[in-house]
């Protein structure tokens, strides 16, 4: 690791979040679940989407006025196994894991709760929610939908949003089944990452007006502001069957604006998001625990399978997370220069004491 990156522990990360956003007048109950939300991400090796996102997401978006610290989520329609929230532009995050637990309390009574969510802000990861879901006993289905970025196949316009299609469930081993990921071959928050390191990107990801293949990474994120790039779908292009990421991301769009009536496509702004949550009770088809068994033997069949003679193993969905946890959770987040002045001008705005960041 480079000498310019300082590990700071989760935890201590969790707190500065979640006071930072106390002072910035979002209430305490409403903070912790953002900070909690966020360092999961931290946690799980989705340095995309934690500490990484916190300034610009959600530190200067509260102090320019687009997110509404106190917004509250209201239920606007429901049924037993339904509802259409409204999220009046407050976090994210909050409203996210209010209509999971919503979703998740019809299921425990009807087999099936589905909430849908309008005017929303950026939630972080999808798999958050799903997780809440897994460890309820049951699948869970989120996805939310974006500012556009993505091209639909033979176009070279972000029509639509990296709309991540997530899925999760629990399984008899040390961590459940998590396919957390955007239907982009890449999304907008790795190239951000990737632009604070000053990496470049892979060839066949990002496209210009004229179709062709973009890679500096900095100037992909001016070009994406001023509609003159576009990340590819799933796939890449038609000849490699991109038209499934394009139809997956089409899928999501649907569910998160036209279920709740809310924006959709050149509409959203990032800050008028919509979302949709599922959670599916398994004890009504099946017993827990056998579900958990056979899903757990699928999982290890698939990694026990032939492998490719150059790869060391095989793995399954949520594993790489779990193993990223069990080998950093004693180190702390990696903060590199640029973020490390992130934290200390945020501390500096706010008067806040600069030690845990000292080690």
């Not at 509802?83 to 019809?106: E, Y």
């Not at 994406?224 to 490699?240: I, Q, R, Y």
């Not at 026990?304 to 594993?319: C, H, K, L, N, V």
């Amino acid at each position: 690791m480079s000498n310019d990156v300082i590990r700071v522990p989760f935890k201590a990360l969790e707190i500065f979040i979640s006071d930072v956003l106390r002072r910035l007048g979002v209430p305490w109950e409403d903070a912790e679940i953002c900070a909690d939300v966020l360092i999961e991400a931290d946690r799980r090796g989705i340095h995309s989407h934690g500490i990484n996102r916190f300034k610009p997401f959600y530190y200067d978006r509260i102090k320019a006025g687009l997110l509404d610290p106190r917004g509250r989520m209201e239920v606007v329609r429901e049924g037993p196994t339904t509802a259409v929230v409204d999220g009046h532009f407050g976090m994210g995050h909050a409203i996210g894991k209010r209509s999971m637990d919503l979703a998740i309390g019809k299921a425990k009574r009807y087999g099936m709760g589905m909430v849908a969510v309008r005017n929303s802000t950026h939630y972080g990861i999808a798999g958050y929610y799903v997780m809440m879901a897994s460890r309820s006993g049951m699948i869970g289905i989120s996805g939310t939908n974006a500012r556009p970025s993505v091209a639909p196949t033979f176009g070279t316009e972000g029509m639509l949003g990296t709309n991540p299609f997530t899925i999760g469930f629990p399984t008899d081993e040390a961590f459940p089944f998590v396919l957390d990921c955007a239907t982009s071959i890449w999304q907008r928050g790795k190239i951000e990452y990737h632009a604070r390191t000053g990496e470049p990107i892979p060839d066949g990801l990002v496209i210009g007006e004229d179709g062709g293949s973009l890679t500096d990474s900095s100037e992909i994120l001016d070009a994406l502001v001023k509609g003159k790039a576009a990340l590819l779908p799933l796939g890449g292009p038609e000849k490699t069957a991109g038209y499934k990421g394009y139809g997956y991301s089409a899928v999501v769009e649907v569910l998160s604006s036209a279920l709740q009536a809310g924006p959709f496509l050149k509409m959203v702004n990032g800050v008028n998001v919509g979302h949709f949550f599922m959670a599916i009770d398994i004890e009504a088809f099946c017993p827990l625990d056998e579900f958990r068994t056979t899903t757990g033997t699928i999982m290890r069949q698939l990694r026990a399978s032939r492998r490719m003679p150059s790869e060391d193993r095989i793995y399954t969905a949520g594993e790489k997370e779990h193993l990223y946890w069990l080998e950093n959770r004693d180190l702390g987040v990696p903060l590199g220069k640029s973020l490390q002045a992130e934290v200390l001008k945020i501390m500096d705005e706010l008067g806040m004491d600069h030690s845990f960041m000292c080690r």
